[in-house]
């Protein structure tokens, strides 16, 4: 068992208090790691998910003052990094992720909270100059009302915090459910979060089932955001289950994204990147890059200096020391991963590193060998779907538009990135590629201070940036006579 005074109680958080399930069920915790038995959380449901929104919606009947949100903001970015090291840690036992990863999941989440505290005086009333047909024009961000925000394991602090820190800052009253597989590092938040002055009933906590709690919070007509980060297959139910009732929706979902290396590329840099950004929680990011095309000129060069680097990756226990890669988040990662390497290998792929690990007998210890495929193809599962993996897949082309054509040939849109020593050549390609976020000689993901989300596909709405906080806002304009 793991043991925190940020997971005591280890509960939800609903209407201002600790809360088991009202069934007195509970969930097993393990890590992925090592199969160890972290804790037990609470199954709650739809009864649960119900007081929380009502708490929530309360919560809104006293509009909470622009600067309280500010310290309130303030003093849970400044909570998460006083105690970054724990919570590193329970993200680690969690997930899996090594724990340099993690503290740096601690960092990027607090600095979203700074951010949106940063961004309030954008929410202040706006009097629009002159009088238009004869009148005085106003214009109020009121809060949305109640937000729920559903989001995945891969990043169990970030995903929830990119969203929440933008709902506090708009003053919405918010439920969150976490994934069943990563909630521990929410109660762990929650814990931190009490200490922030905000009214009781404000911030929700929902643990359990997915099914009955988005369904709730889809069909209430007091939920009105939905913010959902996952696949596009549960982003495509949940904007079902919303449709009748009509609320705001964002929707951050999967991504197939390109790395472009041209054949002017500093190769180096660009094989650094593409292992940075790749291997990163093990491959389990929705903006690494998933399909890499390399001019032809230089392909059995690039690959060379990425084969050399992968072969060099530590996989393990992301608590270990020098660890760079952690497991899969279960057997099911495990099983996708494995046949996406079979399938291209049958399809003709050559395998330049890794080999066939056995198949893990339980949800934890499912540790993939990082991977590079030389060969790859557009037909292949590597390159149609998310490997969600450490698997690199490499194909060849010869020039920028055929390149552009195959890296815009998906339904996806999140996430691209591209190298050449040609800055006109980058910005061609920046306009070209249909993705919400493009990376020119770098393969860093998203930052607070920028709107992040997908095209196409990849879901609509955006995190970060000004456009985040907006998500959470309605703006009212009013005419005075
Ligand atoms: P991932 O593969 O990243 O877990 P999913 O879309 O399966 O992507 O899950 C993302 C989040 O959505 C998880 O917290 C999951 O439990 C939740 N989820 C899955 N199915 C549903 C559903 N039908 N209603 C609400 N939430 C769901």
Not at 168 to 195: D, K, N, Q
Not at 227 to 243: E, P, Y
Request: with cysteine; net charge negative; charged share 20%.
């Amino acid at each position: 068992m793991i043991e925190s005074p940020l997971l005591t109680p280890c509960m939800g958080y609903v209407a201002g208090k600790w809360q088991a399930a009202k069934s007195g069920s509970t969930v097993p915790v393990h890590n992925p790691a090592t199969g160890e038995h972290l804790a037990d959380v609470p199954d709650m449901g739809k009864g649960e998910t119900l007081e929380a929104i009502g708490a929530a919606a309360s919560s809104l009947e006293t509009p909470l003052p622009r600067a309280d949100r500010r310290r309130a903001l303030e003093a849970i970015a400044a909570q998460l990094i006083e105690h970054r090291e724990p919570l590193a840690r329970i993200i680690t036992q969690e997930h899996g992720k090594p724990l340099a990863e993690a503290r740096a999941e601690v960092e990027y989440s607090s600095a979203f909270y700074s951010h949106f505290a940063g961004q309030l005086d954008r929410l202040g009333r706006q009097e629009l100059d002159g009088r238009i047909r004869g009148c005085r024009w106003t214009i109020h961000h009121r809060p949305a009302g109640v937000a729920g925000l559903i989001t995945p394991w891969n990043f169990p602090l970030a995903m929830f915090s990119k969203k929440l820190s933008a709902a506090v800052a708009a003053g919405c009253g918010v439920v969150v459910r976490p994934a069943s597989l990563t909630p521990l590092s929410a109660i762990a938040f929650w814990r931190l979060a009490e200490r922030a002055g905000l009214p009781p009933g404000m911030l929700n906590l929902v643990l359990g089932r997915s099914g009955p709690i988005g369904e709730v919070l889809c069909e209430h007509p007091a939920v009105r955001v939905i913010s959902f980060t996952g696949s596009t297959d549960t982003g495509q139910i949940l904007l079902r289950q919303t449709s009748p009732h009509i609320k705001r929706v964002a929707m951050e979902l999967g991504g197939n994204a390109p790395f472009i290396v041209f054949d002017d590329a500093d190769l180096t840099a660009a094989a650094d990147a593409l292992v940075a950004n790749k291997f990163r929680c093990g491959g389990q990011t929705c903006v690494c890059a998933n399909r890499v095309y390399v001019h032809k000129d230089v392909g059995p060069r690039f690959n060379e200096i990425l084969a050399e680097r992968v072969a060099a990756l530590k996989v393990g226990n992301g608590l270990d020391d020098g660890v760079h890669v952690g497991p899969l988040i279960n057997r099911f990662a495990f099983d996708k991963v494995a046949e996406h390497v079979r399938d291209a290998l049958a399809r003709g792929a050559d395998r330049v590193v890794g080999y066939d690990p056995p198949r893990p007998e339980h949800d934890w210890g499912c540790f993939y060998p990082p991977t590079l495929l030389g060969g790859a193809r557009p037909d292949m599962l590597v390159f149609q779907q998310e490997t969600f993996g450490p698997v690199v897949a490499v194909a060849t082309f010869e020039s920028e538009d055929e390149v552009l054509r195959l890296a815009n040939d998906t339904r996806y849109g999140l996430a691209a990135y591209v190298f050449t020593r040609d800055p006109a050549r980058g910005g061609r390609c920046a306009e070209r590629l249909s993705f919400g976020h493009v990376g020119i000689n770098t393969g860093t993901g998203p930052a607070p201070e920028a709107p992040f989300g997908g095209m196409k596909q990849s879901g609509f709405g955006r995190e970060g940036g000004v456009e985040g906080l907006l998500e959470f806002c309605e703006p009212q304009t009013v005419v005075e006579a």
